[in-house]
């Protein structure tokens, strides 16, 4: 993946906590009396220390006191069955990370869970691996994340864990930052046992249920469609996959995905490319369905996504030497208009002129 590549690099910066600064206790006199006679420099900071504890909590409203309150989720209560304080002090600090059992004010709302990141050796990872999602702000404090965005990228937290561990003398930090991300994944394999072996077992039969669609539903992953005018597969990424329950008919995905086209901003004068969007609907459905039998499904799923690369890679190509000027060229196949808000269809078998320019002019 794109971000194991800067791991070595970004592990050498110290590490800080993303609710509470590390503070080291000098002052400027004892920063002066703590320089060593020899060269004048500064002893080495403590590390950070690694906290691997988790901490469950259930936050419910008490109609009693008339406010909201956490309290500590029993322990027979797991997220398959079933943000942080608001007070100056911080009796999460720690802790790795805090699972929240948000229980809402209505008795037909189930129960949803958060997790709420406190170690500042997880932050890092989840920087690292889950890196830019819309909806998620690495700078928010407290940092709350979707155990079920986690799981989406559970195997990629596995192999950055594997990739740091394989270097040959870790530093202190590296060492905490593997011990963390190992207490992460521990806490999914053991709460998250039933789901994940479910998982497992439809994508490896190339099948998947609307209950863990999340699990393929990875965002930056390629996914593929068809064009509504050709019928062709395209490539798109994913950019984000919401899940809604809207007050009238079934649960849906949202799936908001980009690809690439031509900068028209200055019509006559094409200056290069930009990213435009495209949304997907994808509704509840009932029992097991084949992944390929979807509206938009990752590219790894089709049963020769690897021509297919190939295809998209040399279309591609053949796309960006046509995109701009003119052109003339015999084409074959399918074309279309629009006229009157409708998208008329018909078969090509003739010369036509690649004209971006005068399309966009008239």
């Given amino acids: 993946m794109p971000f ?47 906290y691997l504890k988790i901490k ?8 009693w006191q ?19 304080p608001s007070d ?40 690292e691996v889950v890196g830019e999602v819309v909806g998620v702000s690495w700078t928010v404090v407290p940092l709350q994340l979707d155990p079920k965005l986690l799981m989406t990228f559970l195997p990629q937290f596995i192999s950055y864990r594997d990739n740091i561990s394989a270097k040959k003398d870790l530093s202190e930090e ?21 789901t994940l072996a479910s998982i497992k077992n439809l994508t490896s ?17 390629i996914m593929i469609t068809r064009n509504g005018l050709t019928n062709d597969f395209q490539a798109l990424q994913l950019t984000s996959a919401n899940l809604f329950y809207p007050d009238v008919g079934l649960p849906y995905y949202n799936i908001l995905l980009e690809g690439i086209d031509v900068d028209d901003s200055e019509a006559l004068h094409i200056n290069g490319y930009r990213r435009i969007q495209s949304r997907i609907i994808i509704p509840a ?19 020769d996504h690897e021509n297919l690369r190939d295809a998209f890679l040399e279309r591609g190509k053949k796309w960006v030497q046509y995109a701009a000027g003119i052109h003339h060229l015999f084409y074959e196949g399918t074309g279309g208009a629009r006229a009157n808000g409708k998208l008329l269809k018909y078969n090509l078998n003739s010369r036509v002129m690649v004209d971006r320019s005068f399309d966009l002019a008239h």
């Avoid at 909590?57 to 109609?63: A, F, L, N, Q, T």
């Avoid at 008339?66 to 942080?84: C, F, Q």
């Fill in 205 to 221: 039969h190339d099948e998947i249920t609307f209950e863990v669609l999340y699990a393929i539903l990875v965002p930056r992953s």
């Fill in 56 to 63: 469950k909590v259930d936050h419910y409203y008490s109609r």
């Fill in 66 to 84: 008339k406010k909201w309150k956490y309290a500590n989720t029993g322990s027979n209560v797991i997220p398959e069955m079933r943000v942080a």
């Fill in 4 to 50: 194991y590549s800067s791991v070595r690099s970004k592990l050498s910066k110290p590490l800080r906590s993303a609710t509470h600064p590390v503070v080291h206790g000098y002052n400027n006199e004892k920063v002066e009396d703590a320089r060593t006679e020899s060269d004048g420099t500064l002893p080495p900071q403590p590390i950070e220390p690694a």
């Fill in 285 to 303: 459905f009932q029992g097991t369905l084949k992944i390929t039998s979807l509206e938009a499904y990752p590219l790894e799923y089709h049963p």
């Fill in 174 to 194: 590296e060492k905490n930052l593997v011990d963390t991300v190992d207490t992460l994944i521990n806490y999914f394999q053991k709460d998250y046992q039933s």
């Fill in 88 to 127: 100056s002090k911080d009796e999460w600090q720690q802790f790795c990370f805090v699972v929240v059992r948000e229980i809402p004010d209505g008795a037909d709302i189930p129960p949803y869970f958060r997790i709420v990141v406190k170690s500042p050796y997880l932050l890092r990872a989840c920087k």
